[in-house]
């Protein structure tokens, strides 16, 4: 679907299962700092109003998933609890380019969005295929879907503002970094853990 080039082992979905509320709590956060992104990503391209537009609309909807995972740990007799460390995501921040110009960062940073709202989407998928809890398959086949939708939405800004064709290079040298980073991660009930 996205070309990851290293797909999360099936067997991923049964450490979460066995701990929902840590999943769960986790999966929280990083629809809060997924919100939180996009909001800052707004700050980087005040002077394009189409993607100002598109990137509120897609805080909104991550407030909004959110709001919707909160709710089922409530739903559950759980509490929300504290914000998680993502050291995924903390690993793929190291590969944004330093230095340079400003466009090559606003690429960089729309890649660094892509890419993780990718992998969460196949996570997401994931989830969907293995585990037993039916309101969770329906919840997270819904999230796949719109994380899906938000993936395409980053490339294609990030192909608004770079060249195409130096975009889509610089996307397969975020594949090949992410698969080298994804490989010490999916043993824990972490979304991307």
């Given amino acids: ?20 509320e ?12 997924a919100a939180t ?10 002077e394009h109003t189409e993607m100002v537009t598109e990137l509120l609309a897609i805080a909104q909807e991550e407030l909004d ?11 559950r007799g759980g509490v929300l609890g504290r ?20 466009k090559d960062l606003l690429v960089d940073k729309m890649l660094f969005a892509a890419m993780i709202e990718a992998r969460s989407c196949e996570r997401f998928k994931v989830l969907t295929e293995n585990i037993k809890d039916e309101e969770l398959k329906k919840f997270y086949n819904d999230l796949m879907i719109s994380e899906a939708n938000h993936y395409t939405t980053f ?11 130096k975009v889509n290079q610089r996307w397969e040298e975020w594949l090949e970094y992410e698969a080298q980073v994804i490989q010490s991660y999916g043993n824990k009930e972490t979304i991307h853990g």
């Fill in 22 to 33: 840590e999943i769960l709590t986790d999966h929280a956060w990083c629809e809060q700092k």
């Fill in 65 to 75: 998933h959110f709001n919707q995972v909160h709710e089922i740990i409530k739903k």
């Fill in 1 to 20: 679907m996205f070309r990851l080039k290293l797909p999360t082992d099936p067997r991923w979905a049964n450490i979460a299962e066995d701990n929902l």
């Fill in 155 to 165: 490339i294609g800004f990030a192909r608004q503002i770079g060249d195409p064709e």
């Fill in 83 to 102: 914000t998680r460390k993502d050291d995924y995501v903390n690993d793929l921040v190291k590969f944004i380019v330093k230095g340079g110009d400003r």
């Fill in 37 to 46: 992104n996009a909001i800052g990503l707004i700050t980087m391209v005040p």
